[in-house]
DNA sequence: TAGTGGTCTAGACCACTGC
DNA sequence: CAGTGGTCTAGACCACTAA
């Protein structure tokens, strides 16, 4: 049994030792804490107040309570990744902007095809695109991996109108070969606006991308312009918040 | 005395209650919830779940509890702020970009220096400004409101080898004026990038920004480049995330 | 089945606020 | 001082997981 001494909360105190402990690599990630009634003995404490300290190193996002199983320490990256985006950074190559993001940090980028059709899209879509809600839209619903882990979800909308068929989006070849086929289409995205939201997670995007539920995420949502001015992509990306850097960089007009 | 059923934890349907209440407009911004014993009366509760219903509120963000006090209803935002970045958007007139953006969204902006002079920066800075963490700069920190309420916490360095002598920040006319006095020396920003990170709140920003001690932040750096590819001027910017929409645009080159 | 985490109570004491 | 929220206990029961 430890020493903890009043006036700081017993279960704040249990929270910044095993914290501490995490960060230390005493527990690595994957591996599970000792059992709350363990720590419960440890710490001349009850199981309740363990309890309290666990749900707070989860808010804080560095364990996962599991409810059966244990307390299943997560990777926190010491170094966050950077998604960079200017305007001599894209589509030099016929490879997605994200491959080469990654590539550049030297991580191995792989993209998975989760879903693809013709929908209709959420009212945040619609309202990028400048469409009815009830206009169908061609989505592409991506998962995106950094050396296997789960970092992104990206969802691509484009209006009937403009993307012409379903096939354009096949095979998945990632933006610029879509781009591609766009501007034979007439559709040539020249103009970029991206706004980055901050919101907690929903349990499906919990679950992707491995973080406890209502952790931030960032929500980035792309809209690509033609040059008549109409949007014709809006794309929609889920990174968790905690672990990711967006870069931007630009020259001053003069 | 309610009828709170299981199998939903009766401590979040307490808080789901309450948050619909608040959404509704029930409790207004300012206004402070029940106590906890009357909340555990009306709900059949005990005082410990009830403050654990209002822990739960209190990291979604819709209120802040105050000890010996009462839970203080926080103003959440429907519509959330937007702060934009483009090439053709900046230093068109005297004024600073942060009054331009308030102003086309209809808002009062006022800005109050905190704190200046010259000191010896934090790491991110240093390492931005790629100078020596033991190098001096001249930071001028201020708070910046919209209509009145607190909304962001900004604090510039410049080397003080650029910056010559301290009188280069005043009187305090926001960037443009100062890149114009920058330019003079021949130190002229022509390239910016801006870093995006989230955190949690500091006791410090929480108190100043209004919102719970821990609430994700965006802590944008923005970094101003000479002609010559040197750093001339860093600066860390602090929003409430939850509040706040980032935006940014650009064409692509082609 | 045994072990895990999740919830809840009844009661207690504390620290802080404002009258 | 009374009223507020914050913490903690001892004990209980539940739901879930894995062997």
Redesign the interface.
Known sequence: MSTLEPPRARYKQVAALLRDAIRRGDYTPGSTLPSQPDLAKKYGLNQSSISRAMATLQ??GWIRTEHGRGSVVLDVPMV?RVRK????H??SRGESAYAEELAEAGMTARTELVHWGEEDPPDIISEALRIAPSEAVLVRKRHMFADDKPVQIAASYIPMCVAGSVDIAMPDTGPSGMYGRLAERGFA????????????ATSEESEFLNIVH?Q?V?QVLRTAFDPEGRPVEACLNVLA??R???????????
Not at 189 to 200: A, K, N, Q, Y
Not at 247 to 253: A, C, D, L, P
Request: hydrophobic share 30%; proline share 5%.
């Open positions: 808010a804080e966050k985006i200017d305007r001599h894209r589509s995205p020249v103009r970029f606006s991206e706004d980055i939201e901050v919101r907690g209502g931030p960032f918040a905690l990711w850097r967006l870069t931007y960089t630009w020259e001053q007009e003069r």
